[in-house]
């Protein structure tokens, strides 16, 4: 196997700067580097539509009407793991995925840093944390991290928080981009889920199988996020033409990725399903 090296990635979202991706061989993972010290601020745009609910041009629609559909699923998908119960989600946005969970029974707590995001949140009937602090000693019986993990500082230091706060037979349910799919080998240097520098690490299935084994975790299942291509592939045209985007090409670049997903199992994003090894299995 060729050893990966160092990349050099374009923050073509918002500030126009170059990151350096730095490989770790033995977690099969890249970190940007150098972190900015004022990360804070390569948030602050309309363009970050997760924390704005920006719905005007047409990523943010099509970014939209896959975030609606998916709520649903999402809700479903953690229910046919747990009963319903506490359920935590870290990086929760603007609270689209908690309100619709609290309408399906569960109990919903959530932690976001973004001011704007809970601001947004508060304004749908959901109240969030600003730090992990503020939980204090509680458990869980789900901890979420749908697409946050990737923007976590220290990963190592947040997979023992969570740990320490999963109830007994607790289930924890992570989603982050896959940088060995088909869509980002294609795209390369332009691939939109790089995100630098918002983007601190970058996982394959081995980064997180090898990080939350370590860790006291085991992989129960990992599944498939097939719109996140689709998406991915839109942002990606975007960045790599300079005339007019070109939306077919972004489709059949998204389906070709799914399709080889099914094959290699190395989806655009993937979902996996963990269970910490330190405590027993609840029975249904």
Known sequence: MTKKANLKIKDYSISQEEFTLVYDEVLDMFSTDPVPDNLGMYYLSK?????????????????HWVKNYMLK?????????????????IGAGTGDFLNQAKKSGWE???????????????????????????VGERKFDVITMWHVLEHVPDVEKQIEWI???LSIGGVLIVAVPNFNSYDA????????????PRHLHHFSS?????????????????????FDS????????????????KPVSAFMIGLRSNWRGRQTKEYSSIIYVLKSRNTQNKTF
């Open 185 to 196: 080998k294609y795209y390369k240097n332009f691939w939109a889920a790089w995100d630098v």
């Open 108 to 134: 919903v707590t959530g932690i976001e840093p973004s001011a704007a995001a809970r601001k947004r949140a508060f304004e749908k009937g959901i109240n969030l944390f600003e730090e992990e602090a503020e």
């Open 230 to 245: 689709f998406y991915v592939s839109l942002l990606s045209e975007k960045y790599m033409t300079t005339s007019l985007i």
């Open 206 to 226: 081995k980064s997180i199988k090898t990080l939350f084994e370590k860790n006291g975790f085991s992989l129960i299942e990992q599944k498939p996020l097939i």
């Open 73 to 89: 699923k999402k809700v479903k998908l953690i229910s046919s793991y747990a009963e319903k119960g506490t359920l935590l989600d």
């Open 163 to 165: 740990k320490n706060h």
């Open 47 to 63: 363009n970050y539509i997760s924390h704005t609910d920006s719905n005007k041009g047409l990523f943010e629609k099509v970014y």
